[in-house]
Protein backbone atom coordinates (compact mmCIF):
# COMPACT_ATOMS: atom_id res chain seq x y z
CA UNK A 1 0.00 0.00 0.00
CA UNK A 2 2.75 2.51 0.80
CA UNK A 3 4.53 1.84 -2.34
CA UNK A 4 1.42 2.41 -4.36
CA UNK A 5 0.78 5.57 -2.78
CA UNK A 6 4.03 6.74 -3.40
CA UNK A 7 3.80 6.27 -7.36
CA UNK A 8 0.33 8.01 -7.57
CA UNK A 9 2.20 10.63 -5.90
CA UNK A 10 4.78 10.85 -8.29
CA UNK A 11 2.35 10.49 -10.88
CA UNK A 12 0.31 13.40 -10.01
CA UNK A 13 3.16 15.67 -9.37
CA UNK A 14 4.33 14.74 -12.55
CA UNK A 15 0.51 15.46 -14.29
CA UNK A 16 0.88 18.45 -12.06
CA UNK A 17 4.12 19.94 -13.56
CA UNK A 18 3.30 18.68 -16.98
CA UNK A 19 -0.14 20.76 -16.53
CA UNK A 20 1.24 23.91 -15.35
CA UNK A 21 4.35 25.02 -17.03
CA UNK A 22 2.89 25.28 -20.89
CA UNK A 23 -0.28 26.79 -19.21
CA UNK A 24 1.52 29.44 -17.71
CA UNK A 25 3.00 29.85 -20.79
CA UNK A 26 -0.58 29.18 -23.12
CA UNK A 27 -1.92 31.65 -20.61
CA UNK A 28 0.67 34.48 -21.30
CA UNK A 29 1.32 35.26 -17.46
CA UNK A 30 3.36 38.28 -19.25
CA UNK A 31 1.12 40.91 -20.05
CA UNK A 32 2.71 40.98 -23.37
CA UNK A 33 4.47 37.40 -23.90
CA UNK A 34 7.65 38.05 -26.30
CA UNK A 35 5.97 34.83 -28.53
CA UNK A 36 2.93 37.21 -29.68
CA UNK A 37 4.33 38.79 -32.11
CA UNK A 38 3.05 40.26 -35.49
CA UNK A 39 5.73 40.82 -38.11
CA UNK A 40 5.34 43.47 -39.81
CA UNK A 41 8.39 43.19 -42.15
CA UNK A 42 11.47 45.21 -42.73
CA UNK A 43 12.33 44.26 -39.09
CA UNK A 44 9.18 45.86 -37.70
CA UNK A 45 6.77 43.99 -35.36
CA UNK A 46 3.93 44.69 -32.80
CA UNK A 47 2.87 42.67 -29.76
CA UNK A 48 -0.61 40.69 -29.82
CA UNK A 49 -2.31 39.82 -26.52
CA UNK A 50 -6.19 39.16 -26.16
CA UNK A 51 -7.96 37.88 -22.85
CA UNK A 52 -12.14 37.15 -22.32
CA UNK A 53 -11.84 39.63 -18.74
CA UNK A 54 -15.77 37.83 -18.35
CA UNK A 55 -14.68 34.17 -18.26
CA UNK A 56 -10.84 34.20 -16.91
CA UNK A 57 -8.48 36.04 -16.43
CA UNK A 58 -5.65 34.45 -18.69
CA UNK A 59 -4.12 36.36 -21.43
CA UNK A 60 -3.25 34.43 -24.69
CA UNK A 61 -1.85 34.71 -27.37
CA UNK A 62 -2.89 31.91 -30.41
CA UNK A 63 -5.99 30.01 -28.21
CA UNK A 64 -8.72 31.66 -26.79
CA UNK A 65 -10.59 28.75 -25.27
CA UNK A 66 -14.92 30.38 -25.67
CA UNK A 67 -16.70 32.51 -27.59
CA UNK A 68 -17.65 35.99 -26.94
CA UNK A 69 -16.53 39.32 -25.57
CA UNK A 70 -13.00 39.56 -26.04
CA UNK A 71 -10.36 42.30 -25.51
CA UNK A 72 -7.22 42.56 -27.67
CA UNK A 73 -3.81 44.89 -27.12
CA UNK A 74 -1.57 45.74 -29.18
CA UNK A 75 1.56 46.98 -28.15
CA UNK A 76 4.12 49.02 -31.51
CA UNK A 77 7.24 49.77 -29.06
CA UNK A 78 8.91 51.20 -32.58
CA UNK A 79 8.91 55.24 -32.48
CA UNK A 80 8.70 55.01 -36.50
CA UNK A 81 5.29 52.79 -36.18
CA UNK A 82 3.73 55.51 -33.57
CA UNK A 83 3.61 58.31 -36.13
CA UNK A 84 1.93 55.78 -38.91
CA UNK A 85 -1.65 55.33 -39.72
CA UNK A 86 -2.96 52.18 -38.38
CA UNK A 87 -5.78 50.07 -39.87
CA UNK A 88 -6.84 47.17 -37.26
CA UNK A 89 -9.46 44.57 -38.42
CA UNK A 90 -9.97 41.29 -36.67
CA UNK A 91 -10.93 39.12 -39.68
CA UNK A 92 -12.07 35.34 -40.15
CA UNK A 93 -8.64 33.20 -41.38
CA UNK A 94 -8.88 32.61 -45.01
CA UNK A 95 -6.32 31.75 -47.45
CA UNK A 96 -3.73 34.17 -48.43
CA UNK A 97 -2.07 36.75 -47.43
CA UNK A 98 -4.01 39.84 -49.33
CA UNK A 99 -6.09 42.45 -48.12
CA UNK A 100 -9.10 40.55 -46.60
CA UNK A 101 -12.19 41.14 -47.65
CA UNK A 102 -14.92 43.29 -45.94
CA UNK A 103 -17.37 40.16 -45.88
CA UNK A 104 -14.59 38.50 -43.28
CA UNK A 105 -14.16 41.30 -41.28
CA UNK A 106 -15.41 40.95 -37.96
CA UNK A 107 -14.51 44.32 -36.54
CA UNK A 108 -12.50 47.44 -38.09
CA UNK A 109 -11.53 50.02 -35.69
CA UNK A 110 -10.98 53.70 -36.81
CA UNK A 111 -7.98 54.54 -38.84
CA UNK A 112 -6.17 56.62 -36.64
CA UNK A 113 -2.41 57.20 -35.08
CA UNK A 114 -1.55 55.99 -31.86
CA UNK A 115 1.23 58.15 -30.40
CA UNK A 116 1.45 55.65 -27.58
CA UNK A 117 2.22 53.08 -29.56
CA UNK A 118 -0.64 51.03 -28.08
CA UNK A 119 -4.35 50.55 -28.64
CA UNK A 120 -6.86 47.87 -26.88
CA UNK A 121 -10.50 47.11 -28.07
CA UNK A 122 -13.25 44.97 -27.41
CA UNK A 123 -14.54 42.58 -29.99
CA UNK A 124 -17.25 40.32 -29.86
CA UNK A 125 -16.84 36.76 -31.53
CA UNK A 126 -19.57 34.55 -32.02
CA UNK A 127 -18.80 31.89 -34.01
CA UNK A 128 -15.78 29.36 -32.80
CA UNK A 129 -13.47 29.16 -35.74
CA UNK A 130 -10.39 30.56 -37.11
CA UNK A 131 -9.16 34.13 -36.90
CA UNK A 132 -6.40 36.88 -38.17
CA UNK A 133 -5.66 40.48 -36.65
CA UNK A 134 -5.19 41.79 -39.64
CA UNK A 135 -2.62 45.27 -39.34
CA UNK A 136 -1.58 47.57 -41.84
CA UNK A 137 0.41 50.61 -40.79
CA UNK A 138 0.83 53.52 -43.56
CA UNK A 139 2.51 56.90 -43.31
CA UNK A 140 0.61 59.99 -44.14
CA UNK A 141 2.17 60.25 -47.03
CA UNK A 142 1.78 56.85 -48.25
CA UNK A 143 5.65 56.13 -48.68
CA UNK A 144 5.79 53.34 -46.47
CA UNK A 145 3.28 50.74 -45.16
CA UNK A 146 4.13 47.53 -43.15
CA UNK A 147 1.43 44.46 -43.16
CA UNK A 148 1.21 41.88 -40.67
CA UNK A 149 -1.43 38.96 -39.46
CA UNK A 150 -1.41 37.03 -36.13
CA UNK A 151 -3.53 34.43 -36.38
CA UNK A 152 -5.71 32.73 -33.36
CA UNK A 153 -8.63 30.06 -33.19
CA UNK A 154 -11.52 31.49 -30.53
CA UNK A 155 -13.87 28.61 -29.04
CA UNK A 156 -11.80 26.10 -30.79
CA UNK A 157 -9.66 23.01 -28.86
CA UNK A 158 -5.98 22.81 -29.88
CA UNK A 159 -3.96 19.82 -29.88
CA UNK A 160 -2.41 20.27 -26.86
CA UNK A 161 -5.29 20.39 -24.81
CA UNK A 162 -7.10 17.40 -26.59
CA UNK A 163 -3.99 15.02 -25.48
CA UNK A 164 -3.75 16.75 -21.88
CA UNK A 165 -7.30 15.52 -21.64
CA UNK A 166 -6.51 12.33 -23.23
CA UNK A 167 -3.41 11.16 -20.98
CA UNK A 168 -5.69 12.74 -17.58
CA UNK A 169 -8.44 10.48 -18.67
CA UNK A 170 -5.90 7.84 -19.11
CA UNK A 171 -3.98 8.44 -15.51
CA UNK A 172 -7.33 8.22 -13.50
CA UNK A 173 -8.73 5.05 -15.49
CA UNK A 174 -4.94 3.44 -14.59
CA UNK A 175 -5.22 4.74 -11.29
CA UNK A 176 -9.07 3.45 -10.50
CA UNK A 177 -8.12 0.58 -12.08
CA UNK A 178 -5.56 -0.32 -9.91
CA UNK A 179 -7.24 0.55 -6.66
CA UNK A 180 -10.57 -1.82 -8.01
CA UNK A 181 -7.87 -4.48 -8.77
CA UNK A 182 -6.43 -4.21 -4.98
CA UNK A 183 -9.93 -4.24 -3.71
CA UNK A 184 -10.92 -7.21 -5.52
CA UNK A 185 -7.53 -9.03 -4.73
CA UNK A 186 -8.37 -7.95 -0.62
CA UNK A 187 -12.08 -9.42 -1.20
CA UNK A 188 -11.06 -12.97 -2.89
CA UNK A 189 -8.47 -13.06 -0.41
CA UNK A 190 -11.18 -12.84 2.50
Not at 93 to 112: F, I
Not at 115 to 134: C, E, H, P, S
Not at 147 to 172: C, K, M, P, Q, S
Given at each position: ??????????????????????????????????????????????????????????????????????????????????????D?????????????A???????????????????????????????????????????????????????????E?????????L???????????????????
Amino acid sequence: MPRLCSRLAVALALVGAAFSAPAAKAAGWHYYDPECPVALGAGKAMKFVAMQPKKNIDRVCDVLPDTGATVIALDAPDAELREMNWDIRVVRDVEGDGEPAESDTVLRVPLQKFRNGMVNFDVNIQTAGKYALYARLSSDDGAKEYVGRHHFTVGLIDNTEFYAYVFFGLLVAGVGGRFGYVALKKRQAA
